[in-house]
């Protein structure tokens, strides 16, 4: 078993950032956080770096396929580089990665994404959910692949859609649920778990399911 260095890729918040963090300080998971990459200055999840002592970078980046793009990605692999990151985690990235971090990390970058791929790719996967009438939602951990939100699935959570749920009461109920299988793919990393066969990822020795059946939304009355 490893113990890993992560580079963290955030664009906003940082909750599931903070999430690996706790899961880390707290010895469930065989990894800590190096770096923190961030494409917007005044991302809160840099602040919760600097809290806990994690170098904090911010790397602009410029629109897909230009000069500045290119440069950014270039940049954001000497960094990991630098770092010496053996996992590269998106948490709220809200960028496409580039080729150079793509190649220069095959098969060893984790996306969280908030719906259950491959249903509603992009970036607004709970709203997507909420807006076309699904009973059932939740969320992904792929590895990441250049085509977004194709890559290989790793674990998913599934929560019912309430019939009062719009997309940002559906996301807190789905955010929960990142916050758990996160840090749960980055154990499988690093216990070296992970069978990657083309598009089909298999754990392992892994524990049955949590739900033994099924989750039914709305529930059955017979």
Not at 3 to 21: A, D, M, P
Not at 60 to 78: F, H, S, W
């Amino acid at each position: 078993m490893a113990h890993l260095n992560l580079g963290v890729f955030i664009s906003g918040r940082g909750t599931n950032l903070q999430s690996i963090i706790d899961a880390c300080e707290a010895g469930k998971i065989d990894a800590s956080v190096a770096v923190v990459i961030s494409d917007q200055a005044e991302a809160y999840g840099l602040e919760r770096a600097r809290k806990h002592n994690i170098s904090p970078i911010h790397v602009p980046v410029g629109k897909n396929n230009t000069p500045k793009y290119d440069e950014a990605d270039r940049r954001q692999l000497e960094i990991l580089r630098e770092y010496q990151v053996d996992l590269v985690c998106l948490a709220g990235y809200m960028r496409r990665v580039g080729r150079a971090v793509l190649e220069g990390y095959a098969e060893a970058i984790l996306n969280i994404h908030p719906a259950l791929l491959p249903s509603f790719p992009g970036t607004h996967g709970q709203g997507d959910a909420a807006d076309y009438g699904v009973k059932v939602s939740g969320c992904t951990v792929h590895l990441a692949w250049p085509k977004f939100d194709t890559g290989p699935i790793i674990i998913q959570a599934a929560v019912p859609v309430l019939e009062d749920d719009d997309g940002d009461s559906l996301a807190d109920r789905i955010l929960r649920q990142e916050h758990k299988i996160y840090p749960q793919a980055i154990q499988w990393f690093a216990e070296g778990r992970l069978q990657i066969e083309g598009r089909c990822v298999t754990v392992k020795d892994a524990r049955p399911p949590t739900i033994a059946e099924a989750i039914i939304s709305p529930g059955l009355e017979i």
